[in-house]
């Protein structure tokens, strides 16, 4: 997708629903990470194109083989810290800059948002910072590389896994009361980067709020694209930065 594509979306209704807007509320998916080099799921090279779900982002998968489990996610802890927020993490902080009431949550876990200067960031899925004991809770962070296969075993008896919510396990349940409250509070709400089928953080885009402004910024059409008011076929990194510029002209 070259600049002339960006030029014909039209940005103006998005625009003046954020100018408007007293509470933003932003939804994000690995789509918003893609031009920093991380690979998406679904799409073109996407984790679930290549890998097995169930073998690694499951707790029945992580009790069958938990070294094969921490390798892959190791894997993606080093592939995080070698990447680096691109404009549109840095567009989403500014974002957050300008409205006084924003809320971003992110199904995301390579901690790009915050290394990008967000604030107010909500980790639905968790993130790739730490390990948590499976017995005791306790917390134990990540190096650059990970979690050393030889210390998974914890002295308590239990094992250190991500601290990622895995498919069939319920979200955090702070984090998701407190995305919940912004959807549903929200004037406009901006969803970048998420082919929303993951439940029910998806469900954040479209279901808590009859009344807002809408809008969806990804290159593709996805699972709710019929249902936003305005569906910007883009490339977050190339239009978010746009937005923000004619947002605080
Ligand atoms: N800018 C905006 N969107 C993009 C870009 C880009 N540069 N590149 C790709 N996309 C879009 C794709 O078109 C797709 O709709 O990002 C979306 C990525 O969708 P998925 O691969 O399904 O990833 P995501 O929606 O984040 O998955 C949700 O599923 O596997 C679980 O827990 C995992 O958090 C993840 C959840």
């Known amino acids: ?132 004991c499976t017995q005791c809770g306790a917390r134990r962070a990540l190096d650059a590389t990970g979690l050393p296969l030889t210390e998974i075993e914890h002295a308590c008896g239990g094992r250190l896994r991500p601290n990622i919510v895995w498919f069939g396990e319920p979200l955090p349940a702070a984090v998701w009361r407190e995305a919940e409250a912004a959807a549903a509070r929200a004037d406009a709400i901006l969803v970048v980067g998420t082919s929303a089928v993951v439940y029910p953080a998806a469900a954040l885009a479209t279901r808590y709020n009859d009344r807002a402004f809408v809008a969806e910024i990804n290159p593709e059409e996805t699972a709710i694209s019929v249902r936003v008011d305005c569906a910007l076929r883009a490339r977050a990194a190339e239009l978010l930065p746009r937005i923000l510029d004619k947002l605080q002209r």
């Open 1 to 132: 997708m070259g600049a002339a594509d960006v030029i014909a979306v039209d940005t103006g209704p998005l625009v003046a629903a954020l100018r408007g807007a007293r509470s933003v509320f932003a939804l994000s998916g690995s789509g918003i990470s893609a031009e920093s080099g991380l690979p998406t799921f679904r799409g073109v090279g996407g984790l679930w194109r290549t890998h097995r779900v169930e073998e690694l982002a499951s707790p029945e998968g992580f009790a069958r083989d938990p070294r094969l489990v921490w390798t892959w996610y190791n894997e993606r802890a080093s592939a995080h810290r070698r990447a680096e927020p691109n404009a549109g993490h840095y567009a989403l902080a500014r974002l957050e800059e300008a409205i006084g009431d924003f809320t971003l949550a992110t199904q995301n876990v390579d901690s790009l948002h915050r290394r990008a200067g967000s604030r107010n960031v909500l980790e639905l899925h968790g993130d790739l910072r730490e390990a948590r």
